[in-house]
Structure formats: C-alpha cells, structure tokens
T-cell receptor, first 116, second 115 residues
Framework: GNSVTQMEGPVTLSEEAFLTINCTYT??????LFWYVQYPGEGLQLLLKATKADDKGSNKGFEATYRKETTSFHLEKGSVQVSDSAVYFCALRKNAGGTSYGKLTFGQGTILTVHP | EAGVAQSPRYKIIEKRQSVAFWCNPISGHATLYWYQQILGQGPKLLIQ????????DSQLPKDRFSAERLKGVDSTLKIQPAKLEDSAVYLC?????????????FGPGTRLTVT
C-alpha cells in the first residue's frame, strides 16, 4: 500500500539557518505530493504541493521538488524564522480514480523549533 | 469563507464512556473526511463521505466507532465505548466535489483524552 516516511525529529535550528526535512514515499502509480503544516493550537494547513514528477512546489519561502527517481519530496527553506516553528507533515494522494479519491496518506510529522 | 468547524475542541472522558464529535464542513463541500491523529503520528483516515454516503471506512473500528452525515452537510463521529488508545486528536476535513484539485481543508480538531 501507499506510505510516507519522514525524517526523525524534532529539529531545532537557530533563526536564519537552512532547513531540510526529508520525505520519501512508496506508492503505486503517480501520486500527488504535499507538505502540510500544523501551528500550535491550529488545524492542518496546506503549505505546498506538486502533482507530477519534477514539479516544484513553493510557498512562504519553502520549496519541495517531486523526485520520482528517488521517490522523494524533501522540504527546504533557506532561512528559517521563529514563526516557522510548527509540525510539518508530508503526505501523498493517489491520483487514480475510484471511491478513495482524495484520501491523504500522511507521514508521522516532524517537529521544528526555531530559536532566536 | 468560513472554514471547517469542529466541536468540542477538548474532551476528557473515562474509559468505557461514550463521546461524540461534531463537524460542519465548508459550505458546498460534498466530500468530508474524519482523521485520527495519535500523538507523535500523522493523521490516519477513519472515514470518507461523499455527500451523505460512505465511500471509505476501511480503517474505522466499527465495533466501537460510528459516523453519520445526515443531509450531506454536518457530520458526527461517535465512540462507544471508549478505550485508552482512543486518546487522540480527531480531525475533520472537507473538499469540494467540483474542484478536482487536491485541496482538503482541515478543521482545528477535537482533542480527546480517555482516562
């Protein structure tokens, strides 16, 4: 079945440091890939997405590239801020049709803490 | 546009008691999802509705969990009786049937603690 594996956390960085959170996936076919973010006390928010191989999703300074050859979708940001402190989830969605269209499969999440 | 609403935000119950959660999706969204997020894990889909019909409940523990979506709008998720391992955040999400894109909108969740 489909699965998503994220790097172990938590990740602690100083402000302006470079961020990488690794994500790899296992899926049949050609899934869409996502990064969701969960700020303290809030619900999940879509951060960025990519729907086909070699697509790059970007938002708020974060980027991730859909790499089919390595089945990866690593999240990067060149200079993190204290306000980026949150839990980040990598997820995939199967694109084939059928009744489960739209179902998201999530990784376990990575806690990011950014210190001033 | 109002987001996905959930209530209550927090609930503490003893094991073997019953509990119910409520979700009001974004207006016009035909697809509704309930996810269970155990501490330290990613959300796991429990059940998916299309309008008021169930399209995926393969991971719903049907001996104790039930869900309904009357009239294809609001939904309730019930646990009866609760077990300690049901302690988790229960997330509701919705998506428009007309938008074939990937966007799912999540509510703030209900944090359940079973003691």
């Amino acid at each position: 079945g489909n699965s998503v594996t994220q790097m172990e956390g938590p990740v602690t960085l100083s402000e302006e440091a470079f961020l990488t959170i690794n994500c790899t996936y296992t899926a049949t076919g050609y899934p869409s890939l996502f990064w969701y973010v969960q700020y303290p006390g809030e619900g999940l928010q879509l951060l960025l997405k990519a729907t086909k191989a070699d697509d790059k999703g970007s938002n708020k300074g974060f980027e991730a590239t859909y790499r089919k050859e390595t089945t990866s979708f690593h999240l990067e940001k060149g200079s993190v801020q204290v306000s980026d402190s949150a839990v980040y989830f990598c997820a995939l969605r199967k694109n084939a049709g059928g009744t489960s269209y739209g179902k998201l499969t999530f990784g376990q999440g990575t806690i990011l803490t950014v210190h001033p | 546009e109002a987001g996905v609403a959930q209530s209550p935000r927090y609930k503490i119950i003893e094991k073997r008691q019953s509990v119910a959660f409520w979700c009001n999706p974004i207006s016009g969204h035909a697809t509704l999802y309930w996810y269970q997020q155990i501490l330290g894990q990613g959300p796991k889909l429990l059940i998916q509705f299309q309008n008021n019909g169930v399209v995926d409940d393969s991971q719903l523990p049907k001996d104790r969990f039930s869900a309904e979506r009357l009239k294809g709008v609001d939904s309730t998720l019930k646990i009866q009786p609760a077990k300690l391992e049901d302690s988790a955040v229960y997330l509701c999400a919705s998506r428009s049937a007309w938008d074939r894109g990937p966007e799912q909108y999540f509510g703030p969740g209900t944090r359940l603690t079973v003691t």
